[in-house]
């Protein structure tokens, strides 16, 4: 008689070989030729998380997309697909027919990175499952339903030149105070500042506000404001504070697959602030603070 292979059970099997795709994304293609079943299991794993338009932030271990090979996929698979698949999605400003590909991707997309989101994408409206949104541009004609689970905002852009002609950051304002969920958000330009002590008054929830000016080194005005200096939950950033390595593609690259993304470092200052381990009223995170978070 001959010796019985052993036979794992389907549901362990299959979680072996989605623990083997998700710890080192690019041998996906190589268990897809196990079997069938595993294809199925597998090839939507590879698409988890896709970067565009970012070749130096192509992570080790992770597969490379081009546009046109994306756009092949969207094309080539049945509707619905990517929208199963994936959760993380980075577009560069300059990536061309990023419409068809938001639009194929929104279903189940809980992490996004982007210009901006035009009101005319049709696929606008599922962004609902959205956790994190990395924007330049805020989507303001969209509904605030939209934005109901999200957790983490980064507004990366100025404001529109509209808000220097009405109530345009009250608008914003009321907006994000429509976020139940929201527990973190970040800006990176000076116009919004004239809110930050609103947001962290008027949203209870919020354990992070983070702001990282690109232009300016100077906050002297900013942190000469007592109740927001000694919010501990206030956090700045200059950016020649910054390792001269720094990439901020890679990072939330880091953060979606570690969790060690500036998200998290911004968190352990707070918890360094409200410890009493540093003093509570630096708010100033220097590029020793920022290292020593990591």
Known sequence: MADEQPVFPPELERHIFEICALGRPVL??????????????????????????????????????????????????????????????????????????????????????????????????????????????????????VFAQLTHLDVMGCPPDTFEKGDGLDIFYTSVLQMQRLTHISFSDDGYTPIFLRLLRGCAQIQVLFYYDACKDDNASLLSQESLVEDPRFVVLRFKDLPEIWNWVDDWHTGVHCGRDYWYRAEQFVRQRRSGEIDRRQCLMSSEAWMSCA
């Open 28 to 145: 996906a293609p190589k268990l897809m030729l196990v079997a069938w079943r595993v294809k199925q299991w597998i090839e939507p794993l590879l698409y988890r998380t896709i970067v565009l338009g970012e070749p130096s932030a192509c992570r080790e271990g992770y597969p490379s997309f081009t546009l046109e090979s994306l756009l092949s996929t969207i094309r080539a698979k049945p509707p619905g697909f990517l929208a199963g698949a994936v959760r993380n999605l980075s577009l560069n400003p300059s990536t061309a027919g990023y419409e068809e590909i938001l639009s194929a991707c929104t279903a189940g997309l809980q992490n996004l990175r982007i210009f901006s989101i035009d009101s005319a994408i049709s696929g606008a409206h599922a962004l609902s499952t959205l956790k994190q949104l990395y924007v330049f541009d805020f989507p303001h004609h969209l509904p605030d339903s």
